[in-house]
């Protein structure tokens, strides 16, 4: 089993040119990797591995969970979806949230 922390912080964005102040959470960066586009599509394996983990990310976000535990190969297909994702914002608690897969 692996344990990833479900954070949420504010943080200043420069989107459009304009800084905007937005509260990011852990489990909307989830959300955000496990729906983002991939050149060429889904396998179907792919779409069942994305939804499965979808469903346990928004049953923790509903139970207003501080950690997500994941069985080992479901944190390994997590951890590959999470590092490949291309992000739209510089941003701190992004790349801390990318790098906490790698000390898991």
Do not use: C, P
Request: glycine share 2%; no cysteine; hydrophobic share 40%.
């Amino acid at each position: 089993m692996k344990t990833i922390q479900l954070k949420k912080e504010t943080e200043k964005l420069i989107i459009n040119h304009n800084q905007i102040e937005t509260e990011l959470k852990t489990t909307e960066l989830l959300k955000v990797a496990l729906n983002s586009q991939v050149q060429g599509g889904y396998s179907i394996a792919e779409i069942a591995i994305r939804v499965k983990l979808l469903d346990l990310v928004e049953k923790a976000e509903k139970d207003e969970a501080t950690t997500l535990e994941l069985e080992d190969s479901n944190f390994a297909a997590l951890a590959k979806i999470v590092k490949e994702t291309k992000w739209s914002v510089v941003s701190r608690f992004i790349l801390d949230f990318v790098n906490e897969f790698d000390k898991n």
